[in-house]
């Protein structure tokens, strides 16, 4: 079936570095989405992905698409702690999102 | 902005217990999904329904499982006979559009079988 792989699974920095994770799927995506939640918390909705090789960007955050749509990724620039969290990316299916296995960040100050 | 509310925020039950968690949708969207989350693991895909009718489920929503929408403002989840597995964050989403469109989440209902 159709599956989302993260990585990594953890990552730890230090306040001012970068962070970049990233989502491959084994089949071709319609779109993808990119989803943040935050420790006890939901899953939020950051942006979503349509277009092969689209690259958007929210502030600190980078998103961009592979060209053959199977692959993504999102950096952050100089994190800072509240981005403390797990960011999960998630494929569009038939009838659904499938998300991915997420990536936990975490941010020291 | 506007909320999915999902009731109750935590549900305690015993196994073989049947369970029913609530959602309330926001009210112009026509999409509602429930997922659920195993404390640290990836959000996992249960159920799609549109239009009074399931979309689409995973292997996960067996017999076991139903969804219904009894009036135009709830959506729920029932669950006939919890078992300990079960145990989990149970989100209810819902969308405006099925093409694409983003999901908005629900604070959950954490459910602990014992």
């Known amino acids: 079936g159709q599956q989302v792989m993260q990585i990594p699974q953890y990552q730890h920095v230090q306040e001012g570095e970068d962070f970049t994770t990233y989502c491959n799927s084994s089949?071709?995506?319609?779109?993808i989405q990119w989803y943040k939640q935050r420790p006890g918390g939901h899953p939020v909705f950051l942006i979503q992905?349509?277009?092969?090789?689209e690259v958007k960007k929210q502030k600190r955050l980078t998103f961009q698409f592979g060209e053959a749509k199977k692959n993504s990724s999102l950096h952050i620039t100089a994190t800072q702690t509240t981005d403390v969290g797990t960011y999960f990316c998630a494929g569009r299916g038939f009838n659904k999102f499938y998300f991915g296995s997420g990536t936990k960040l975490n941010v020291k100050p | 902005e506007p909320e999915v509310t999902q009731t109750p925020s935590h549900q305690v039950t015993q196994m073989g217990q049947e369970v029913i968690l609530r959602c309330v949708p926001i009210?112009?969207?026509?999409?509602f999904y429930w997922y659920r989350q195993i404390l640290g693991q990836k959000v996992e895909f249960l159920v799609s329904?549109?239009?009074?009718?399931?979309?689409?489920k995973s292997e996960i929503f067996d017999d076991q499982f139903s969804v219904e929408r009894p009036d135009g403002s709830n959506f729920t989840l029932k669950i006939r006979s919890t078992k300990l597995e079960d145990s989990a964050m149970y989100f209810c989403a819902s969308s405006d559009r099925f093409a694409g469109e983003k999901l908005f989440f629900g604070s959950g209902t954490q459910l602990s079988v014992l």
């Open positions: 089949t071709t995506l319609s779109n």
């Open positions: 992905l349509v277009k092969s090789g």
């Open positions: 329904f549109y239009n009074n009718e399931i979309s689409e």
């Open positions: 009210s112009n969207h026509l999409y």
